[in-house]
């Protein structure tokens, strides 16, 4: 049974930073894209970043880019989302998500795209 478990949420102050934390079990996540969106109250639920196993290349939505940093740590089978410069629009549940890369090795970015998630963890920027 494949379980992702998402920690370090919690509330900050616009421009501050938190580092969310994934840990994964439940089978080998070799060749597992993992990484993370997030869903604001009343939004759809949106790319964030992620990390290939293939490559180790991270990627982002351009939303976040240059602010948040997304790394994994393979023998722990976690995956880490550092957030900085923290803004209220920031604020949402974010979601451990994680997947097999196919044969072509594609950038996955979408909610259709992950099998396994976690429950969400809340971030809340205030003002």
């Known amino acids: 049974q494949v379980r992702l478990v998402e920690s370090g949420g919690g509330l900050v102050q616009a421009g501050g930073s938190l580092r969310l934390s994934c840990e994964a079990s439940g089978r080998d996540f070799r060749r597992y894209t993992m990484g993370w969106f997030r869903q604001a109250d009343g939004k759809a639920r949106q790319f964030v970043a992620a990390?290939?196993?293939?490559?180790?290349?991270?990627y982002y939505s351009d939303s976040v880019k240059g602010n948040f940093t997304v790394s994994r740590d393979n023998a722990k089978n976690t995956v880490y989302l550092q957030m900085n410069c923290l803004k209220p629009e920031d604020t949402a549940v974010y979601y451990c998500?994680?997947?097999?890369?196919?044969?072509?090795?594609?950038?996955?970015?979408?909610?259709?795209?992950?099998?396994?998630w976690g429950q969400g963890i809340q971030v809340t920027v205030s003002s």
């Open positions: 990390v290939r196993w293939e490559s180790g290349a991270p």
């Open positions: 998500a994680a997947d097999r890369e196919d044969y072509y090795g594609d950038y996955m970015t979408q909610e259709s795209e992950f099998s396994y």
